[in-house]
């Protein structure tokens, strides 16, 4: 079974400053996907970006990136220029390669960092 | 464009009465479906999950049930619901065959009193 740990549960940053949020997780897994969730006062769950463990490169989304170190099980994301708007909780999630059709291709989230930018 | 659909957006139930929770998806044909639950402050946890019509797997035992009756319906039920069954239901689609991002419904904030 796969665990996901995100030992921030809260942080803030001033609007316009950069600002990195952990996860660390647990997996046997070889091949494997990771992800980013944010999750407003809405409460809709936006994906915000994605890693493919088989790359090496580092995924990019605008202001946000990550730093993913497969032997360490670190999947750390980086929001630049903070905007007021990023004000969520971020969830970090795991999902196992499942390339068959018919697979469950089940998520296993982190307990989340709510992150609050500052004016 | 996909977009996933769930209503009722907000719920007011009693102790003991049933529940049915629905959620489609648009723009998309044979998707993974998933039920999520979140309790205030915390984390998501898969309720079921769909890999097709009337494929229901289950992954905490409660008194919630599911049904797929069609491709792009996935629904949520119970019999009589329990004060802990309050909380934050989300519905996820996926592609079946090639996706492997989840993308998530508004919600559906039920409250048993």
């Known amino acids: 079974a796969q665990t996901v740990t995100q030992s921030q549960p809260e942080m803030s940053v001033q609007e316009a400053e950069t600002v990195t949020l952990s996860c660390t997780y647990d997996?046997?897994?070889?091949?494997?996907?990771l992800f980013w969730y944010k999750q407003p006062p809405s409460r809709q769950m936006i994906l915000v970006i994605r890693?493919?463990?088989?790359?090496?490169q580092n995924a990019t989304e605008n202001r946000f990136s990550v730093n993913f170190q497969k032997a360490a099980k670190s999947f750390s994301l980086k929001i630049s220029d903070s905007q007021l708007g990023d004000t969520a909780m971020y969830f970090c999630?795991?999902?196992?390669?499942?390339?068959?059709?018919?697979?469950?291709?089940?998520?296993?989230f982190g307990s989340g960092t709510q992150l609050t930018v500052l004016p | 464009s996909q977009t996933i659909h769930q209503w009722p957006a907000t719920l007011v139930q009693p102790v003991g009465s049933p529940l049915s929770l629905e959620c489609t998806v648009e723009?998309?044909?044979?998707?993974?479906l998933y039920w999520y639950r979140q309790a205030a402050g915390r984390g998501l946890q898969l309720l079921f999950y769909?890999?097709?019509?009337?494929?229901i797997s289950s992954e905490v035992p409660q008194n919630l049930s599911a049904s797929r009756p069609q491709d792009r319906q996935f629904i949520l039920s119970s019999k009589k619901l329990l004060l802990s069954d309050s909380g934050f239901y989300l519905c996820?689609?996926?592609?079946?065959?090639?996706?492997?991002?989840?993308?998530f419904g508004p919600g559906t904030r039920l409250t048993v009193t």
């Open positions: 890693q493919e463990a088989y790359k090496q």
């Open positions: 997996t046997s897994e070889s091949n494997y996907y």
């Open positions: 723009g998309t044909s044979n998707p993974n």
């Open positions: 999630a795991f999902m196992k390669h499942e390339p068959l059709s018919g697979s469950a291709r089940q998520l296993t």
């Open positions: 996820a689609w996926t592609l079946g065959v090639a996706g492997y991002e989840q993308y």
């Open positions: 769909s890999v097709g019509i009337g494929q």
